[in-house]
């Protein structure tokens, strides 16, 4: 999966050497060289006018699309926990995987990881391939897309699913390019169309105005990161049965490039909007920033976590990672309060599937009206703080 020079195409004319910020191409002998200090970014292949430059150990035009079968999934773990998203992904590879009549796999990288098989057949998994070495304990890039890409020539599954997380992120574009396929990003929908075994995946485009489903029709894989909290997981199923399958690890020197010295975790709360039961979110309707503490309050009341709509993070009045929307969080709270927010489509994409929706508004024709299951028609200001004054523990005196 590295950069090739077609000799019989090369024709000495030095453009790929200019092209190469990373010095890491020259001419000799009237032909280009590779280095090692090569990073595959192909920063020189779309620059070659003789297509003599080829990113991949094989130019993947007229596969057999029939050789490639099985739906895959990326399982993340972080300190031999797997994150949810990969329970997630998982549920849906099942489903996607029962209307193409194959398995559902997981593939999961790490160190001392073997536990983490089970919990993944219990959630669908007709089969894990476990690739397990030291080198794997924490991500790093190169080796993570080095055994994940490897093993994806070999078995050659048709569909391969990432979590739209920080990893999924940076592995699967590194997958993509390596085995020359496509791939879709933040994908907030994936359906199948079975007559041609296609994955229609759907995402948000030009700023989340328009859906747009997007195929794969030549290469395989067919390749997607999900966001996190889109899919809905499946209960687990402790009688159901599956395949846990070590793979060989192959790494080369090439591969440590990056060495990993220490972790530092950094001692600050993160909002995790995609696992609360209870959100309660602001809006333009806030008026200021100043807004969200009393968003916070009532939080703090229910034992919930605070969310926003997209204009209160453009204005400042919140930190982005508790958007909620087509360009935020995809979220399903057991209940979901819309303070202030009038409940435009984009909004609406990433929280209308909340068990219990309560929306309080002073517009009564605010489209978040429709979806809710209360509506309060009144200013905030005025309905908030009665219903904390409500819900507050009652003070027993003495």
Not at 103 to 125: F, K, M, Y
Not at 128 to 147: G, N, Q
Not at 153 to 177: C, H, N, Y
Request: proline share 5%; aromatic share 6%; net charge negative.
């Amino acid at each position: 999966m590295e950069l090739r020079v077609i000799l019989e195409k090369c024709v000495g004319c030095g453009v790929c050497v200019y092209a190469c910020p990373y010095n890491a191409i020259d001419i000799v002998d009237g032909k280009a060289k590779i280095f090692e200090s090569c990073v595959d970014c192909g920063a020189c292949v779309d620059e070659c006018p003789e297509d003599a430059l080829v990113l991949g150990t094989e130019v993947k035009k007229g596969i057999r699309i029939e050789d490639y079968r099985n739906v895959w999934v990326f399982a993340e773990q972080r300190d031999g926990v797997l994150v949810n998203v990969s329970f997630q992904l998982m549920s849906k590879a099942r489903d996607l995987a029962d209307v193409l009549g194959v398995e559902a796999v997981a593939v999961l990288l790490g160190s001392d990881v073997d536990h983490l098989g089970q919990p993944l057949i219990w959630r669908g998994a007709d089969r894990v391939y476990i690739a397990d070495d030291p080198e794997l304990a924490h991500y790093r890039t190169e080796p993570y897309a080095r055994v994940l890409a490897d093993l994806i020539q070999e078995k050659k599954p048709e569909i391969v699913l990432f979590g739209a997380t920080v990893v999924g992120r940076d592995l699967a574009p590194r997958i993509s390019q390596r085995i020359y396929t496509g791939l879709t990003a933040d994908c907030t929908g994936l359906e199948i169309d079975e007559s041609e075994r296609r994955l229609l995946q759907t995402r948000p485009a030009f700023g989340g105005n328009i859906m747009a489903t997007i195929i794969c029709p030549n290469h395989r894989p067919q390749m997607s990161t999900v966001r996190p909290g889109v899919m809905r997981a499946m209960e687990p199923d402790e009688a159901r049965e599956g395949i846990v399958e070590r793979v060989p690890v192959n790494l080369e020197e090439l591969d440590g490039r990056v060495k990993l010295i220490d972790v530092v975790k950094e001692a600050r709360k993160r909002v995790e909007l995609e696992e609360a039961r209870i959100i309660i979110s602001g809006g333009r309707g806030l008026g200021g920033p100043d807004g969200f503490e009393l968003m916070q309050e009532l939080a703090q009341v229910l034992g919930g976590e605070v969310g926003s709509s997209r204009v209160a993070v453009d204005s400042g009045w919140i930190s982005q990672d508790h958007q909620v929307g087509q360009t935020g969080k995809t979220v399903r709270p057991s209940l979901y309060m819309a303070c202030g927010i009038s409940g435009a489509i984009q909004h609406q994409a990433g929280m209308k599937e909340s068990e219990y929706i309560v929306a309080i508004n002073k517009d009564p024709n605010a489209p978040i009206f429709a979806i809710a299951d209360v509506g309060i028609v009144g200013d905030l200001y005025q309905v908030i703080p009665k219903l904390i004054e409500e819900l507050k523990p009652e003070t027993v005196e003495e």
